[in-house]
């Protein structure tokens, strides 16, 4: 084999040896300048909306909150100090692990048995897959006052179906025990339907023939179900796992309406306590420190997903 | 022979216990719209009493229309997510393409500062976005709400997997002819990339529509607040909760999209699944 050639920008030229690089062809040069005035408009944006705040975030995370004429001052670690014995912030974190908790399994496990049932010839399916769909095109402020009122206490339909069941009756909302749940249950509605579309297209762009063979060795639907078609769905269920994590942290907009948080924080999650502390508290140095919280729960996660599950992961 | 045909019709049918089990879960997810459908619908003593001869009104929909300004969250969230759209379909077709047709130093940095909006969305950066529109003066303004989802790191991630799949051929021949970056662009890649700019305006449109917690964060009038906002404003004033008037306009600010998506159901679910699938 022969030897490399060295590359021309290897070689030392006039111009290197005198501290100077060579400069591209002028063709090249104008090429480059137009490479980067097409990424500008992207970058900068991206740059001024999420990788400056990112950076003034963590730096205000490291300061108090500017009052009147009070500027702000470097206070370290005080703000995460005061977060560690804050019993709102601790329980909305609790509160938010549990309903992540809750809503990924629920609605990934939904999702799969709702692809798997509508990819199958049923009667009904094309209805079947829009009644599955429908909650993800409806706004989930729109779709919290109706569950609302479902929920209502007395005159709400869960009350009247429980009621002429003779349950007792019950304050889904206002109960602190059942109102992380009532909102939980909302989310899994919601988010379901939108990854069965993904297992969906998942399952249709399977060979046939794999169906085919299993059938002629006999196997049972459980069996095709486990060896062939989960394993293959792995990298759907990736994608969709990595979805549901993103969602488990930024779905609260029910709260505004179903339950603001309560009662007492009963159901209040991270980012609407953020949104409390800095915009009705407008404590924007500790709104700060959890949004550092945020940011670092979900890179974890991106970063759990491209270093670990990816490997993992068979890709066909 | 006839037992290998029967196990296979036997393997490909779902059961009858499917069927059931699967309708009664549609049943079960179309419930809350159903019910949503049947109180705005009727008249307010039905709103939660079920009778078949219940009369059928539109007065629910024309009280909230007076009640509040809706036309104007009307206009608002459509200029919103119609500005947000185009806005992320040029600047992230332009930055696609440089991404997926040329090398250049720093390209993978570039690239990997665009990916980190994947994970850290503007959702989450409200406190230090509002700093800045304050900064701007942009504060209660469209622009404000817009302008954090303008580069749209999804749509350049998209665009570049589709861009990079067409033939470079194409571009060959182009250039041949004597077409500049830019018109081969538009000539040959947009065209080809059709399927997937729809895909995206759809996805785009219905986050935007439904887009809740930075706008309320960012606006604080009539004036610029979107219909989500709207609609919370409204139904958060206890009005001895009309229930009949908040589903009303409950169904009123969701019926764009909604109707959209009956019309075109199937190119919504096709849409998603092609955005899904990178």
Known sequence: MPKPRPTASCVPTSNSRLGVSLPPPMEHRQHVIHIWLMLLPALLLLLAFTHWPVVSTLFDSFHSTPKGVRASVWVGLDNYRVMLDDPVFRKALANNLWFAGVTIPLSIGLALVMALWVNERMAGRALLRMAYFTPTVLPMIAVANIWLFFYTPQYGLLEQVSGAMGLPAQNWLGNPTTALGAVTLVAVWKEAGFFMIFYLAALQGMNPSLREAAAIEGASRWTFFRRVQWPLLMPTTVFVLVNAFINGFRMVDHLFVMTRGGPDNASTLLLYYLYEVGFSFWDTAYASAITVVLVAILAGVALLQFFVLDRRVHYQ | ?278
């Open chain 2, 1 to 278: 022979m006839s037992h290998t045909t029967q196990q296979r019709l036997a393997f490909n049918e779902p059961g009858w216990l499917d069927t059931l089990a699967a309708w009664l879960l549609g049943l079960l997810w179309l419930l809350p719209l159903v019910y949503a459908v049947w109180t705005a619908f009727h008249p307010a003593e039905f709103s939660t009493r079920f009778e078949l001869s219940a009369p059928l009104t539109l007065n629910n929909f024309r009280r909230a229309w007076e009640a509040a300004p809706f036309a104007r969250y009307f206009f608002n969230t459509t200029v919103l997510t119609g500005m947000i759209l185009v806005t992320q379909l040029v600047i992230s077709t332009l930055a696609a393409y440089a991404f997926a047709r040329f090398r250049f130093r720093g390209r993978n940095l570039a690239f990997a500062l665009v990916l980190v909006q994947l994970v850290v969305m503007p959702d989450l950066l409200v406190v230090a976005n509002y700093k800045t529109m304050a900064q701007l003066g942009l504060v209660d303004s469209l622009l404000a709400i817009g302008l954090p989802y303008f580069a749209s790191a999804f749509a350049i991630f998209l665009l570049r997997q589709t861009f990079m799949s067409i033939p470079k051929e194409l571009d060959d021949a182009a250039r041949v002819e004597g077409a500049g970056a830019l018109q081969i662009l538009w000539r040959v890649y947009v065209p080809l990339a059709r399927p997937v700019y729809i895909a995206f305006a759809l996805v785009s449109v219905s986050f935007h529509w439904n887009n809740f917690l930075w706008p309320l964060i960012v606006t604080n009038s009539v004036n610029a607040r979107p219909l989500t906002v709207g609609l919370q404003v409204f139904s958060a004033v206890d009005q001895g909760i009309d229930w009949s008037i908040i589903t009303a306009a409950t169904l009123l600010s969701a019926a764009p999209l909604l109707i959209a998506f009956l019309l075109f159901q199937r190119q919504f679910v096709q849409s998603f699944m092609r955005a899904g699938i990178k």
